[in-house]
């Protein structure tokens, strides 16, 4: 049996698993990334959660194939630099050659977003496929390309940003400079965020009871008040699945994959969203008469998308 170690580089979290060749994950052990600091100490606490997930997998650096990190922000998976990370404050980082001082085996580097989306496509919703797009709801949109089962990222390392695709020229101003991107209605954050713009309009609505003790609100709030029965909350329901539908819409027409994963906390909410989803985009794809279209499933593979996805890159060579 072969072994290959997965890292999944995040803001808060820094998570290692050693991963089967038959993708499983047979051990997983994490620390806390501690931003600010320099990327030297990131790297050895990278190389440090590694080998306590080797030990505790019950086997030796012999044991490993490869080592493959998976990063926020512009990672060159050709010369294994961190070109930038605004979220790590890395710029022009060579995390591989670091990595290898600690760990002496191939090493491969790829940005977050694009780790998960292969992950998804070696082991879990979009195995199978010659090309997919994983989009990924939380704090932003993320995204990651397949096309003829190779990760695409572009000339430059910086493709599959689906999030910063614009919907409403007119929109919400975005974290990137822009208005009315994607990622700005259809993120976590941008449900949110409807949904305290509702309270706000509507202060009869139930959508205050659901909130929490400190009345904040979550990607689950408007799900729940509609259920209730809640007009104002099947509102925000329904705009956000309106924008994220325009948002798959324009993907499916652009990349015309085999299957369109989504992913995130917000998927958990399962038919109510997936089955509106699913019948607005079908009626706004440019394929809407064709015999094949492209298949929208829910992401398998969870959190775990990013370690899996790390630990193969090799194979994406």
Do not use: W
Not at 231 to 241: G, H, L, M, P, S
């Amino acid at each position: 049996m072969k072994y290959y170690i997965g890292i999944d580089l995040g803001g808060t979290n820094i998570k290692a698993g050693v991963v089967s060749e038959d993708f499983e994950i047979v051990a997983k052990t994490s620390c806390k990334t501690n931003l600010p600091r320099p990327g030297e100490e990131i790297c050895a606490d990278m190389a440090k959660v590694a080998l306590e997930a080797v030990k505790e997998a019950g086997l030796t650096l012999d044991d490993i194939e490869a080592v493959g990190i998976g990063t926020p922000g512009t990672a060159n998976s050709e010369t294994g630099v961190i070109e930038y990370s605004n979220n790590l404050g890395f710029l022009n980082f060579p995390v591989v050659e670091l990595m290898k001082t600690h760990i002496d085996k191939p090493c491969y580097v790829e940005n977050d977003a694009n780790a998960a989306a292969y992950g998804e496509f070696v082991a879990g919703a979009a195995k199978g496929a010659n090309d997919a797009v994983c989009i990924t709801l939380g704090t932003g949109v993320g995204g990651g390309i397949i096309i003829n089962k190779k990760i695409y990222s572009g000339f430059n390392f910086a493709g599959a940003e689906i999030g910063h695709t614009v919907i409403n020229v007119d929109g919400p101003q975005c974290t990137c400079g822009r208005r009315g991107c994607f990622e700005v209605y259809s993120s976590a954050t941008g449900l949110i965020r409807m949904t305290n713009e509702a309270i706000a309009k509507h202060p009869e609505s139930i959508l205050k009871e659901e909130a929490d003790d400190h009345g904040k609100v979550s990607a689950r709030t408007a799900f729940n008040a509609m259920r209730r029965g809640d007009a104002a909350a099947k509102q925000v329901v329904d705009d956000y699945i309106k924008y994220l539908a325009c948002g798959i819409a324009n993907t499916i027409n652009i990349f015309q994959p085999d299957i369109l994963c989504i992913g995130g906390g917000v998927c958990n909410e399962g038919d109510p969203l997936l089955l509106p989803l699913k019948e607005l985009v079908a009626k706004e794809v440019y394929t809407r008469n064709s015999e094949k279209n492209t298949e929208i499933v829910i992401a398998k593979l969870g959190n775990d998308a990013g370690i899996i996805g790390a630990a193969f890159l090799g194979l994406n060579k």
